[in-house]
């Protein structure tokens, strides 16, 4: 069975524009989530997808954010790009459902540096 | 006070012997809890997954969750070098429209040969 598949793996953008990050879960799965890492933060979570529904979200500002489709892949945007929003970017996806306490599992990131 | 809370590390301990990795978190609705493991420059990967107050054994892991105190432990038995890593602890909260997996900034572990 595949793994969570996020593309592209790295990113390299300036200050001002925007960019769009891409995750395929494991099949089966509906619930996709997102996360910033950085040195200094840890995992901080941005948003929860399940069913094309934003489910949960973050304390990140509104240049975040993100989509799914009835495949269940979703899609992260971040507008007007700025240095602070260099970091890894990790998708994870789960079986989901209310309630649900299945495991995440996360694909390999998206390791995005803006300059 | 941190939702849920590990120490930075570095832990270090000599091949062969047991690591204690612990967290503490905050929200008493707290229901499920995982430990992950992250080697350097990859992204986190499912070690085990607890439920229930008590210990729950997978080959030279046991995590282990006392709800009553808030606190979840990983033991990691014949520590091997290949254990070093950061280990996150994560804990899924249910409640209201939230239902977020929150995680530990993570402990890192360094086995020594």
């Known amino acids: 069975k595949a793994g969570v598949t996020q593309t592209p793996r790295y990113l390299i953008k300036t200050r001002g524009q925007q960019v769009t990050l891409s995750c395929s879960p494991i099949?089966?799965?509906?619930?996709v989530s997102w996360y910033q890492q950085t040195p200094g933060q840890g995992l901080q979570f941005l948003f929860e997808y399940f069913s094309e529904t934003q489910r949960n979200k973050g304390n990140f500002p509104g240049r975040f954010s993100g989509r799914q489709f009835s495949n269940s892949r979703s899609e992260m945007n971040v507008s007007t790009l700025e240095l602070g929003d260099s970091a890894l970017y990790l998708c994870?996806?789960?079986?989901?459902?209310?309630?649900?306490?299945?495991?995440?599992?996360f694909g390999d990131g998206t390791r995005l540096s803006i300059l | 006070q941190k939702e849920v809370e590990q120490n930075s590390g570095p832990l270090s301990v000599p091949e062969g012997a047991i690591a204690s990795l612990n967290c503490t978190y905050s929200d008493r609705v707290s229901q499920s809890f995982f430990w992950y493991r992250q080697y350097s420059g990859k992204s986190p990967e499912l070690i085990m997954s607890?439920?229930?107050?008590g210990d729950k054994e997978d080959g030279r892991f046991t995590a282990q969750l006392n709800k009553a105190s808030q606190y979840v432990s990983l033991l990691i038995r014949d520590s091997q070098p290949s254990d070093s890593a950061t280990y996150l602890c994560?804990?899924?909260?249910?409640?209201?429209?939230?239902?977020?997996?929150?995680f530990g900034t993570g402990t890192l572990l360094a086995v020594q040969p």
């Open positions: 099949s089966g799965h509906r619930s």
């Open positions: 994870a996806s789960s079986l989901g459902g209310v309630g649900s306490n299945q495991p995440q599992h």
């Open positions: 994560a804990v899924r909260n249910y409640g209201g429209a939230t239902n977020k997996l929150i």
């Open positions: 607890i439920y229930s107050n």
